[in-house]
């Protein structure tokens, strides 16, 4: 009695990887960070009310962390931003 080897299904393709998936581009990690931050709740507090555009601000994500973003030269205290830039 002979088997036959049944054919591999082929992969749905994603518009964003999966996560934990390093074969990403930059333009990928910043959409999977545009949608994370549309669907994530978060608490942002202006530290500096006085200049209410440029200023630093203090975000709650969603998991409970806590970090400082100063919007004047795009930097921030998060593990993200530190380690990848994006």
């Known amino acids: 009695m002979a088997f036959r ?3 591999p299904r082929k992969a749905k393709e994603s518009i964003v ?3 934990h998936d ?3 581009t930059d333009a990928q ?5 545009r949608e994370r931050a549309r669907a994530e709740k978060m608490r942002v507090a202006n530290l500096a009310p006085e200049h209410p555009v440029l200023s630093n ?3 709650r994500s969603e ?5 400082q973003v100063e919007i004047r030269d795009f930097s921030c205290q998060c ?3 530190q380690a990848s830039g994006l």
């Open 79 to 81: 593990v993200d931003f």
């Open 5 to 7: 080897r049944k054919k």
């Open 22 to 24: 390093w074969r990403t």
């Open 63 to 67: 998991s409970g962390r806590t970090y």
């Open 29 to 33: 990690e910043i959409e999977r960070r």
């Open 17 to 19: 990887p999966q996560d």
């Open 57 to 59: 601000f203090e975000v």
